[in-house]
């Protein structure tokens, strides 16, 4: 894939004022199209990386560059690991937020807003609070809200980690989808070898304590893709690449 | 399994918990009355020591038009005091929340006036405002606190990821008061009104005995004061009776609104299976 690069991070560190260092000389380019996926061990720093792309953080060191200009870096979606959603207010008011917060009034965002829930079939929920809902019909709101702007990029914080299996494979699906759909860009955060390895065509293992990039995975399998790529040898092979690399980063961490 | 109706134990067990849950307080109340007058005709006491519930209860309605006078009064400045609570708890919370200085810089202030008790305040506010102020500006300071920290609490515990969110879509700060940490902070205010409700009560009849002992008032405290003094002990107990009712009126129609506004999203506000 030869595209543009949308946010280009050069050596990032970040430490905390507890004198935690979550980042050390993280390099790292996100192409225009990728869906990339970071993978790693718990607190090895890949939220981190992703709040410092959203800017809710800043770098102790180095810099991180958006070659596209400022236009893409406020087209931004989030999606949490935890739904996030307001519970006092309909799952409607929930996607409207960020139209809202942008003073774009609510009948100019009905036709948007239905649009996105259609994306993510919640149209006959729209009136429901989020307590009503089940976790994966949270999440797809949650989607839903971060893809109301038509974001090129997209940043996911393990979405689905608490959700069963049946869901996380549903909702995976649906992410390809949509990714197709809207053709933005995606990074996701996650523990799960085999979902960054069915979603992604890169995946950046983690080694922690500093938090750095030790493997950068190509995943060379065509999109769109369904159970068959699942069930593929290619599918296995990528597992056993990405999980030896993961093996081979916590290693990295023991002999610390 | 669903789709079926209970087996008829389980529903007989249902209907016992429910019957249980709303009757029995009723019926151990109506038991205690039943004691309380057996007791007082068996053992002849005189109603200057302790007056039977029948006897309160025609006091009530023989004493009613200066009862309910006073009852008028101690009202007006527990929900004067309430409302001005609300807005200065309220108000002050916001400020805090949005300023740290003023945080720092005036919740001492605050904290003086919850500790300090109402009963020490009261005399010293009587020598220096007009009487009536006096016992509102007491009912005031009780209930003042709560609302405020019970606010300021709500307002500072906004879902983190929540906030996190507002600032990736660059919300102001109004914004994000408005649509994230006011509807955040509306369990905790609820609870801090449920607690004010009835300390501002508490805080007008503690003043109001203060301003009686000076000559002057004529709510429900006053009466109470009065009525000892004239050994009318049977009006004190209907005064006293309509202290209690007020209270758990408010408290009640505080617990109503809750649910009303929490009902469908907030833990505090669930019933029942799920």
């Known amino acids: ?256 | 399994m669903t789709g079926q109706s209970p087996p008829n134990s389980r529903r007989r067990l249902i209907l016992i918990e429910r019957l249980s849950e709303n009757i029995l307080p009723i019926l151990v109340f109506i038991a205690a009355l039943a004691i309380w007058e057996a007791l007082v005709w068996v053992k002849a006491i005189p109603p200057y020591i302790l007056p039977a519930p029948s006897r309160i209860a025609t006091t009530l309605l023989a004493d009613w038009e200066t009862l309910s006078a006073s009852l008028f009064v101690t009202l007006r400045i527990t929900f004067a005091a309430l409302f001005a609570a609300m807005i200065g708890g309220v108000g002050l919370a916001i400020i805090f929340t949005q300023w740290k200085w003023a945080e720092r810089s005036f919740f001492p202030f605050a904290v003086i006036l919850q500790v300090t008790p109402i009963v020490a305040i009261a005399p010293l506010l009587l020598v220096y405002l007009d009487s009536s102020l006096a016992v509102l500006t007491c009912a005031f300071l009780v209930a003042f606190f709560p609302i405020l920290s019970n606010t300021a609490l709500g307002l500072a515990s906004a879902d983190r990821h929540l906030v996190d969110l507002f600032q990736l879509y660059r919300a102001s700060r109004w914004q994000e008061l408005l649509w994230l940490r006011l509807p955040a902070a509306l369990p905790y205010f609820l609870g801090g009104l449920r607690i004010g409700g009835g300390l501002a009560l508490i805080g007008a009849i503690v003043a109001e005995i203060a301003a009686g002992s000076a000559g002057q008032g004529a709510g429900l405290a006053f009466r109470i004061v009065e009525s000892g003094y004239r050994l009318n002990i049977p009006r004190m107990f209907a005064a006293l009776f309509l202290i209690s009712v007020t209270g758990i009126a408010i408290f009640l129609a505080f617990s109503f609104l809750s649910h009303l506004l929490l009902g469908r999203w907030h833990e505090s506000a669930h019933k029942g299976e799920r």
């Open chain 1, 1 to 256: 894939m030869t595209a543009a690069p949308l946010v280009q991070l050069h050596n990032i560190g970040k430490s905390f004022a507890n004198g935690v260092v979550a980042l050390e000389g993280l390099n790292l380019t996100i192409q225009s199209g990728d869906f990339l996926s970071l993978l790693g061990p718990s607190g090895c720093g890949k939220s981190t990386a992703l709040r410092l792309i959203a800017d809710l953080s800043s770098p102790s060191l180095g810099r991180i560059e958006w070659p596209q200009g400022e236009q893409a870096r406020q087209k931004i979606g989030f999606v949490f690991q935890d739904s996030t959603l307001m519970p006092w207010t309909s799952v409607f008011n929930n996607v409207f937020l960020p139209l809202r917060l942008a003073g774009v009034r609510k009948s100019e965002a009905d036709y948007r807003i239905h649009e996105a829930l259609d994306l993510v079939g919640l149209r006959a929920f729209e009136s429901a609070f989020p307590g009503e809902l089940s976790g994966g019909m949270k999440m797809r709101a949650s989607i839903a809200r971060a893809l109301i702007q038509r974001p090129q990029l997209l940043l996911m914080d393990e979405p689905f980690a608490a959700l069963d299996e049946i869901t996380r494979v549903k909702l995976n699906n649906d992410l390809l989808y949509l990714k197709a759909e809207l053709g933005m860009t995606i990074v996701f955060v996650t523990h799960s070898v085999y979902e960054s390895v069915y979603l992604s065509n890169r995946i950046a293992v983690f080694a922690s304590r500093p938090g750095r990039i030790v493997r950068m995975i190509e995943i060379d399998a065509p999109y769109p893709r369904d159970l068959n790529f699942r069930h593929s040898a290619l599918y296995a092979q990528c597992c056993k690449t990405a999980s030896e690399a993961l093996q081979g980063a916590m290693s990295l961490e023991d002999q610390l």
